[in-house]
């Protein structure tokens, strides 16, 4: 969770103005820098979820994804290539910077008149076939500690609940994804796992 000054607080007590700016490169160098000038009003949304349904529950690691749409009637947005870029996302609350998070985006987008940015923040990276790099017995930090490692993603929950419990073995199962098992590790820690603003990996309570 991040904190609000009091004058952010306020600002948005009262309905006012939050304005926007992204940032970023593609793979191959080249700069992203938006405002909200850019991006179709009413198109930009952050979508989190702390629930994959509609009830309270434990083990949740939902993957967050970043959308807007750009006007490219000019087809100046075309020649990005778009697919991978790494998007920094700062919104402006009265004035103070707060910054909102880091999104890749995971597919090219549709080179329209109006064209549509999905990103994904780094849970996605966990999105692949559970090959861990440590032999079992391992406790649950071992375990989460390598599966970001393998997935390349910071861990910034390094102690919680249940850190020290050795699973025997690991999972067995061909269709197992590192997610699923991000996912149990916050299930036996009773918390749920998420990505912060700055791209690490809580592990927290509601």
């Excluded at 994904?120 to 079992?136: K, T, V």
Aim: with cysteine; net charge negative; charged share 20%.
């Amino acid at each position: 969770m991040q904190n609000l000054s009091s004058n952010q607080k306020q600002h948005l007590f009262e309905g006012g103005h939050v304005g926007v700016t992204i940032t970023g490169e593609t793979l191959d160098g080249a700069p992203i820098a938006l405002t909200e000038d850019d991006i179709i009003e009413g198109s930009f949304s952050i979508e989190r979820n702390w629930v994959s349904g509609s009830t309270i529950e434990i083990g949740c690691a939902e993957t967050s994804e970043l959308i807007f749409e750009l006007d490219n009637t000019d087809g100046r947005w075309s020649n990005l290539r778009w697919e991978g870029a790494r998007l920094t996302v700062v919104l402006d609350i009265a004035g103070e910077p707060l910054q909102a998070g880091i999104f890749t985006v995971d597919e090219p987008p549709r080179k329209l008149t109006t064209m549509q940015i999905r990103a994904l923040d780094d849970m996605a990276r966990f999105n692949r076939p559970y090959e861990p790099g440590i032999p079992y017995p391992a406790t649950l930090r071992q375990i989460l500690i390598d599966a970001c490692a393998q997935c390349n993603v910071t861990l910034k929950t390094y102690t919680f609940t249940n850190h020290d419990y050795v699973v025997s073995r690991r999972p067995d199962g061909d269709d197992i994804t590192f997610h699923h098992v991000v996912a149990w590790v916050a299930e036996l820690a009773g918390c749920n796992a998420w990505i912060d603003e700055l791209a690490r990996l809580n592990l927290t309570w509601y």
